[in-house]
Nanobody, 120 residues
Framework: QVQLVESGGGLVQTGGPLRLSCVAS????????MGWFRQAPGKEREFVAA????????YYADSVKGRFSISRDNAKNTVYLQMNSLKPQDTAVYYC?????????????WGQGTQVTVSS
């Protein structure tokens, strides 16, 4: 079992930055691929970004490429999502996810989510 707790959400103006964090507990953090997803009101949950177990490979949704950056610190059991140049359409609940293989399919573990609101 892996427990995931997100933090760092909040209200930010258009164009501003925000950094989300997700702390994992339970099993060996470095054994899990990690990722971020988001769900806006009335929409389905969508993939945002993913990072491999070692951190050597990253993947992004086209909508956030060049603006968001995912990273991890295996010594701190933490994955980060640095979000820059935020837009109102980035408003959503952001979820951290973990999987022993890949989060690009359906991850095994999910956090509770943190709200990000971008004001225009």
């Amino acid at each position: 079992q892996v427990q995931l707790v997100e933090s760092g959400g909040g209200l930010v103006q258009t164009g501003g930055p925000l950094r989300l964090s997700c702390v994992a507990s339970g099993r060996t953090f470095s054994s899990y691929a990690m990722g971020w997803f988001r769900q806006a009101p009335g929409k389905e949950r969508e993939f945002v970004a993913a990072i491999s177990r070692s951190g050597g490979n990253t993947y992004y949704a086209d909508s956030v490429k060049g603006r968001f950056s995912i990273s991890r610190d295996n010594a701190k059991n933490t994955v980060y999502l640095q979000m820059n140049s935020l837009k109102p359409q980035d408003t959503a609940v952001y979820y951290c996810a973990a999987d022993p293989v890949t989060v690009l399919t359906t991850p095994d573990y999910w956090g509770q989510g943190t709200q990000v609101t971008v004001s225009s």
